[in-house]
Structures are given as C-alpha cells and as structure tokens.
C-alpha cells in the first residue's frame, strides 16, 4: 500500500516530541512500516534536499538538520502521502492550523530555518526516493 517518508527533525528529538508526533500518525490509523533514530550525513541531506539547494533557507536548512538526532520512519496506509501532510500542517507553524503537529506543537524561533518539527514525502515518486536515502 502507499508509503510515505516522515522524519522528526532535530528540533522534534530534541524537545522530547518522538512520542506524541509518531501517536498522532498511529491515531489516524497509519502503519509506522520502519523506524529509527539516526543522525543524518552531509550526503543524505545534499539528497533530500536537492531541489532547494540554492535557495536561501538551503544552508540553514542543511546546518539545521545535522544539529543534532533525527527519527525516520516510513509509515503506511492508503492516502498516507497527503494524510501526513495533512496531520503535520503548513510549513510555518506560526500559521498552521491549530489541530496539525506544527501548529499545536510548533512556533516561530525567530531562526532563519523554519523549525518544524517533520518532515513528509510530497509525491510517491518522492516517498520512494527519499524512503531509499533513509532506508536500505
Ligand atoms: P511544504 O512542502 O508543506 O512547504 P516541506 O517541509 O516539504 O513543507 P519545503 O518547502 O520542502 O517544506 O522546505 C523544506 C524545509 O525547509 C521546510 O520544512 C522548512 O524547515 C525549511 N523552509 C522552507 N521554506 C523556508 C523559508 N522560506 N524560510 C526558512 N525555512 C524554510
């Protein structure tokens, strides 16, 4: 069935996040299919995030990400690539829905990198290429 990518960025490990984000995506009714706590290389990321290199949030982002542990997770269920991205909210948690993960969890640092908490596969072509940087 679909699968998509979710990683807990530094921020979400580090403010003790792991537990509540992954029962949030249990609640709705997904499968975590894979899971692991890890800390991303250089090349993983330069990966994950090629379509934003260049960009001005790009090195921030990147720094950002190897600040410190992750968790990655594939999780699993029919429609589960919009669903995440449902549950997690917009973007920027200062304006995300109340009710999503960046909105009840998240907020403006005041950072050039918009900490927000996860990460979720756009597209199946993206969830099974990302799956395959963070999984093999
Ligand atoms: P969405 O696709 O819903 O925007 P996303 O997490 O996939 O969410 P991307 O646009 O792929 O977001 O950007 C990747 C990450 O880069 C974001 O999650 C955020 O941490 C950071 N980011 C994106 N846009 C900005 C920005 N304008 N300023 C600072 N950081 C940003």
């Not at 069935?1 to 992954?22: F, H, M, Q, Y």
């Not at 994950?48 to 960009?55: D, I, S, T, V």
């Not at 950072?111 to 199946?124: A, P, R, Y």
Request: glycine share 12%; aromatic share 6%.
């Amino acid at each position: 069935s679909e699968r998509t990518l979710v990683l807990i960025k530094p921020d979400g490990v580090a403010r003790g996040l792991t537990g509540e984000i992954l029962r949030r995506i249990e609640a709705k009714g997904y499968v975590i299919a894979e899971l692991k706590k890890t800390t991303a290389t250089a090349e993983q990321l330069a990966a994950h995030y090629a379509e934003h290199e260049g960009k001005p949030f790009y090195q921030p982002l990147v720094d950002f990400m190897l600040s410190g542990p992750i968790v990655a997770a594939v999780a699993e269920g029919e429609g589960v690539i919009p669903g995440f991205r449902s549950l997690a909210g917009q973007t920027d948690p200062t304006t995300a829905a109340p009710g999503t993960i960046r909105g009840d969890l998240g907020r403006d640092w005041g950072e050039k990198v918009q900490k927000n908490l996860v990460h979720g596969s756009d597209s199946i072509e993206s969830a099974e290429r990302e799956i395959g940087i963070w999984f093999n």
